[in-house]
Antibody
Framework: DVQLVESGGGLVQPGGSLRLSCAASGFIFSDYSMNWVRQAPGKRPEWVAYMSARLNTITYADSVRGRFTISRDDDKKLMFLQMNSLRVEDSAIYYC?????????WGQGTLVTVSS | DIQMTQSPSTLSASIGDRVTITCRASQSVSSWLAWYQQKPGKAPKLLIYKASTLEDGVPSRFSGSGSGTEFTLTISSLQPDDFATYYCQQYNIFRTFGQGTKVEIK
């Protein structure tokens, strides 16, 4: 079965950093584009970052460009999101998800809280 | 950015009702439109992609239609498991979600 498991969330002060991880299993990870999508409580989901399979095309939302970096390790079936210069408005559940335009599998999410 | 607007924001319905949710895009997204269902504390679940293609395993009571800027999600006969929030999402230019439609028990 396809599984995506996020980790690395937590409480951080404004201006701080966190690194999220997503461990994939049950499919050929290197064949798939991957995404980070976040959702603040009671709000709509918001796309954060996208990384294509093999060609390593990367796209970021305007709200995080220059502060967040997506990466992947195909050998270890891992995806990462390095988040720097965090702001209060970055607080949300962060989901990793599989797929090109419309992800078909999502993890359970990891909560990031940015607060002083 | 392409803005996605759903209506209504909340919908009260009974078991067996036919339910329709509308999603409008601020500019054409062709047929690059997906629908998701989300329950409290869970990740979104893909229902439909390319405006009208049903994801594997999704019950046939769900259907999608539309193209360009106007789309609909229809549930032909509402079941107890269908009470949830539904989101449309365009993937023509980057990706953006609608604000959601909460389907509640009447």
């Amino acid at each position: 079965d396809v599984q995506l498991v996020e980790s690395g969330g937590g409480l951080v002060q404004p201006g701080g950093s966190l690194r999220l991880s997503c461990a994939a299993s049950g499919f050929i990870f290197s064949d798939y584009s991957m995404n980070w999508v976040r959702q603040a409580p009671g709000k709509r989901p918001e796309w954060v970052a996208y990384m294509s399979a093999r060609l390593n095309t990367i796209t970021y939302a305007d709200s995080v460009r220059g502060r967040f970096t997506i990466s992947r390790d195909d050998d270890k079936k891992l995806m990462f999101l390095q988040m720097n210069s965090l702001r209060v408005e970055d607080s949300a559940i962060y989901y990793c998800s599989r797929g090109e335009g419309f992800p078909d599998y999502w993890g359970q999410g990891t909560l990031v809280t940015v607060s002083s | 950015d392409i803005q996605m607007t759903q209506s209504p924001s909340t919908l009260s319905a009974s078991i067996g009702d036919r339910v329709t949710i509308t999603c409008r895009a601020s500019q054409s997204v062709s047929s690059w439109l997906a629908w998701y269902q989300q329950k409290p504390g869970k990740a979104p679940k893909l229902l439909i992609y390319k405006a009208s293609t049903l994801e594997d395993g999704v019950p046939s009571r769900f259907s999608g239609s539309g193209s360009g800027t106007e789309f609909t999600l229809t549930i032909s006969s509402l079941q107890p498991d269908d009470f949830a929030t539904y989101y449309c999402q365009q993937y023509n230019i980057f990706r953006t979600f609608g604000q959601g439609t909460k389907v509640e028990i009447k």
